[in-house]
């Protein structure tokens, strides 16, 4: 079982950066793919970025060149930073964990923490 915990939401102009971060629990972190996907109101849950066990990345257009995925196996915690963020990022934005690689089927998720940017 792993426990995910997303922080570092709020609000935030047009332009500006956030960075997320997802702590999570258990000692096979490190052998876990990584993921974040969002939500915006009215709208399915979508697939931003993925970071397999060996540190590759990948990115949905819509973020590719604005977000950087990254992890600490250390530290049991996923990193997402955000730049030249847009009032369509406005979203509420999700960690997960998936134990079988990056197939955008994640097994864990975290309970989601909001991100507004603000025009």
């Known amino acids: 079982q792993v426990q995910l915990v997303e922080s570092g939401g709020g609000l935030v102009q047009a332009g500006g950066s956030l960075r997320l971060s997802c702590a999570a629990s258990?000692?096979?972190?490190?052998?876990?793919?990584m993921g974040w996907f969002r939500q915006a109101p009215g709208k399915e849950r979508e697939f931003m970025t993925a970071i397999s066990w060996n540190g590759n990345t990948y990115y949905a257009d819509s973020v590719k060149g604005r977000f950087t995925i990254s992890r600490d196996n250390a530290k049991n915690t996923v990193y997402l930073q955000m730049n030249s963020l847009k009032p369509e990022d406005t979203a509420v934005y999700y960690c997960?964990?998936?134990?079988?690689?990056?197939?955008?089927?994640?097994?864990?998720w975290g309970q989601g923490t909001q991100v507004t940017v603000s025009s």
């Open positions: 258990g000692r096979t972190f490190s052998s876990y793919a």
């Open positions: 997960a964990a998936d134990s079988r690689g990056v197939t955008g089927e994640p097994d864990y």
